[in-house]
C-alpha cells in the first residue's frame, strides 16, 4: 500500500463525530488561551494572531523573488537563485516580520541551514544553472509539479519545510507550509496513519495537502456546531455591544 492509499483511508475514516471529539479539546486550549474567547475562524482570535502572518510573509516573499524579472535567458546567471534566497531570508524587525517557515538563519551552522545548496550555488556554476532551470520551471514552466519537486528535493538534500514554502509561494491554495514533528504530532492526536519527517517526496507531499482539505470541511461543521450550541459566546465581537455590556 503506498503513501496516498494510507492517508486516504485514514481520512475518510474521521468521522465528524469522532473529529468533533479532537476540535473540542483543541477549543479548550484556545477557549483558555483566549481568555474566554473560543476559536470561530482562522481570521480573528488567537490563531489569527499564531497564523494570520502567513499571507503577508508569503506577499513579501513574492516581491523578492520578482517573478516579472525572471526569463529563461538569465538561467544559469545565478540571478535567479538569488532571488530564491531572497524570499527565504525575511526578517523585516519594523514590520516585526520573520520568515520561520524555513530554517534559514545561522544559528547552528551553516550545514544546518535548510536552504544551504541555494547559497553554495552561487559559487557552483552546474549547480546554479541546475537550481536555476528547476524555479524557473517551478514558478514559469510547465513541467510537471511532482518531477520539479522531487529534482529539487535531490538537489536540496530533501529538507522538506524549504521545498513545501517554496511551493507554497506558487500557490497557497494548493500547498501549504510544513514542519513535519509538528504536524506529525497532530495527525497522531487524530490517529491519522501519516508521518511527514523524513518522508520529503511528492507523494507524501500530495497526501498532506489532501489531509488539510479533507479537514476543512470538518472544521467548519465544528465551528457551526460551536456556534449553534453557544451563539452568544461563539458569535463575533462588536467593541460597540461589549463596551454596552452587550
Given at each position: 500500500m503506498n503513501?496516498?492509499?494510507?492517508?486516504?483511508?485514514?481520512?475518510?475514516?474521521?468521522?465528524?463525530?469522532?473529529?468533533?471529539?479532537?476540535?473540542?479539546?483543541?477549543?479548550?486550549?484556545?477557549?483558555?488561551?483566549?481568555?474566554?474567547?473560543?476559536?470561530?475562524?482562522?481570521?480573528?482570535?488567537?490563531?489569527?494572531?499564531?497564523?494570520?502572518?502567513?499571507?503577508?510573509?508569503?506577499?513579501?516573499?513574492?516581491?523578492?523573488?520578482?517573478?516579472?524579472?525572471?526569463?529563461?535567458?538569465?538561467?544559469?546567471?545565478?540571478?535567479?537563485?538569488?532571488?530564491?534566497?531572497?524570499?527565504?531570508?525575511?526578517?523585516?524587525?519594523?514590520?516585526?516580520?520573520?520568515?520561520n517557515?524555513?530554517?534559514?538563519?545561522?544559528?547552528?551552522?551553516?550545514?544546518?541551514?535548510?536552504?544551504r545548496v541555494l547559497l553554495e550555488a552561487r559559487t557552483n556554476r552546474g549547480l546554479k544553472e541546475a537550481l536555476d532551470t528547476l524555479f524557473y520551471e517551478l514558478y514559469l514552466g510547465d513541467r510537471a509539479e511532482g518531477a520539479v519537486f522531487e529534482e529539487l528535493a535531490e538537489l536540496t538534500g530533501r529538507k522538506y519545510p524549504l521545498i513545501a514554502y517554496l511551493y507554497f509561494l506558487k500557490d497557497m491554495n494548493r500547498f501549504m507550509p510544513i514542519q513535519p514533528t509538528g504536524f506529525d504530532r497532530a495527525f497522531a492526536a487524530m490517529n491519522l496513519e501519516f508521518a511527514t519527517r523524513q518522508q520529503c517526496s511528492w507523494e507524501n507531499y500530495k497526501a498532506f495537502n489532501e489531509i488539510l482539505l479533507q479537514l476543512v470541511p470538518l472544521i467548519e461543521e465544528a465551528c457551526q456546531s460551536a456556534f449553534n450550541r453557544d451563539p452568544l459566546s461563539a458569535r463575533k465581537r462588536d467593541p460597540l455591544a461589549e463596551m454596552l455590556g452587550g
Open positions: 503513501c496516498g492509499q494510507v492517508v486516504w483511508e485514514a481520512v475518510t475514516m474521521i468521522s465528524a463525530s469522532d473529529f468533533q471529539l479532537h476540535f473540542d479539546r483543541f477549543q479548550q486550549l484556545i477557549t483558555a488561551e483566549s481568555k474566554g474567547h473560543p476559536f470561530i475562524d482562522f481570521a480573528e482570535g488567537k490563531i489569527a494572531a499564531w497564523e494570520g502572518y502567513k499571507p503577508t510573509l508569503r506577499n513579501a516573499a513574492l516581491g523578492k523573488l520578482s517573478l516579472d524579472a525572471w526569463s529563461r535567458e538569465t538561467i544559469g546567471s545565478g540571478a535567479i537563485v538569488q532571488h530564491a534566497i531572497d524570499s527565504i531570508e525575511i526578517q523585516d524587525n519594523k514590520a516585526n516580520l520573520v520568515n517557515l524555513v530554517f534559514w538563519q545561522n544559528r547552528f551552522g551553516h550545514a544546518n541551514r535548510d536552504h
